[in-house]
């Protein structure tokens, strides 16, 4: 069985981010249930936005040219009023924010800039400009301009617009299929008993939760034995799948039947193994139209490298055009020596802008208790040996599962 050299960790990146195909079958959903959906077809403003002249302020509206003067209150604009013009010399509206604007005003006040305000006359400010306060029909959005364009993965914000826009249905893409796999004779179910040489199948459950907090939906198809033939005929049954995750397996030894297994079936290969700690045993490559994902079955690296790599992956099959994740800057803690010659991961906490590793980087990549005790990871380099005290470097944050920025995230010297 022939196995491929080691990639770097951006090689193997790009490799498989750059080979996988975004899936473009579509759906219409509501928009209540829009949130997280990627768009598959432009979606363009059904109206101006704001629709009409209004203020931006409680206050008096009135022509420029009287600012400074004492006017008369014509009367009172409430929102949701279709005003006529209809102001003498001399005269003002009041009026509530939200209002919709009479087109012989183009100015408004704020009722705490005025003085000598009474029911019937106010004196207007007289260094106001032209123009203020003063939200412009279409100024922010003019109808037919486009919203969102195909890819764009929608937020609380865009919901907020589309319903703004009266848009009540939206077309997205189909979520992928993704089945998560584990393998080994020794895991069970947190449902059934284990004895003291058995262990709990924390990989399967941690990597869905993972997989739904950026917005997909995996399937847990169950556990693998450690039988070539077992291996083979169950993966037989995974080409359903847009995606495939497993965990454990994969890495070089005896009982590790899953590569040879998934090469029964005809997969091809892009990568097994990368320079990358901890990580170095993660494969990924093809099955047919299945993207097979096999990462390493200690828990911390198989959490770690299904958020470094998995998920822009699985962003890419999904149909979004920003796959990468988002990172911020934030001061390093303290001075910490690293291996050169591999990419590292460096898992911690940001605190007050400073990103203070977990543990100082001593843990294990069985453990799991670091990781619940962390909030962000830094992938390091492979000519990076040490970090400095207030070196400023990337990192990316677990609970941020926005899709803002088309940027990388290693840091290099």
């Known amino acids: 069985m022939t196995r491929l050299d080691t990639l770097s960790f951006e090689e193997a990146y790009s490799k498989a981010v750059a080979h996988a195909t975004a899936r473009t079958q579509s759906e219409i959903v509501s928009v209540t249930e829009a949130l997280g959906r990627i768009v598959a077809k432009e979606i363009t403003a059904t109206k101006n936005l704001p629709s009409f002249d209004n203020s931006a302020m409680d206050g008096f509206a009135f022509k420029a040219a009287d600012a400074g003067k004492r006017l008369k209150v014509k009367h009172t604009i409430f929102a949701g009023e279709v005003p006529k013009a209809s102001l003498g010399d001399g005269e003002c509206y009041r009026i509530m924010t939200g209002a ?14 005025c003085s000598d305000v009474t029911e019937d006359a106010v004196t207007l400010p007289a260094d106001i400009k032209a123009g203020s306060n003063f939200r412009k029909k279409g100024e922010e959005l003019s109808a037919g301009e486009a919203l969102f364009q195909s890819g764009h993965l929608l937020r609380a914000a865009d919901i907020a617009l589309l319903s703004a826009q009266g848009i009540m249905a939206v077309e997205v893409f189909q979520r992928p299929k993704i089945a998560v796999v ?43 034995p450690d039988s070539l033939e077992a291996s083979t005929d169950f993966i037989a049954t995974l080409k359903r799948y847009d995606a495939v995750i497993t965990t454990g397996g994969i890495s070089m030894g005896d009982a590790d039947f899953l590569y040879e297994a998934f090469l029964a079936n005809g997969l091809e290969p892009l990568f097994h193994g990368i320079s990358l700690k901890p990580g170095r045993p993660t494969m990924m490559g093809s099955m047919g139209e299945t993207f097979v994902m096999a990462m390493p079955g200690n828990p911390l690296t198989t959490m770690l490298t299904v958020h470094a790599l998995a998920i822009p992956v699985l962003y890419k099959i999904a149909g979004a055009k920003a796959v990468h994740h988002t990172f911020t800057y934030a001061e390093f803690s303290h001075d910490l020596k690293l291996k050169p010659g591999r990419t590292n991961i460096v898992i911690g906490h940001v605190v007050n802008g400073v990103f203070i590793p977990t543990r100082n980087n001593k843990i294990g990549s069985g453990m799991l208790t670091p990781l619940s005790e962390s909030n962000a990871v830094a992938y390091f380099g492979e000519e990076i040996g040490s970090i400095e005290r207030e070196d400023l470097v990337k990192v990316v944050l677990f609970e941020d599962a926005t899709r803002a920025k088309e940027n990388r995230t290693i840091n290099r010297r």
């Open 182 to 224: 584990s393998t080994g004779n020794e895991i069970k179910e947190p449902w059934e008993e284990a004895n003291e040489d058995e262990i709990y199948n924390a990989n399967a459950f941690g990597i869905s939760a993972l997989l739904k907090s950026f917005g997909f939906v995996p399937t847990y198809v169950g556990a693998i």
């Open 100 to 113: 919709q604007l009479p087109s012989d005003v183009d100015t408004v006040a704020p009722i705490e800039h």
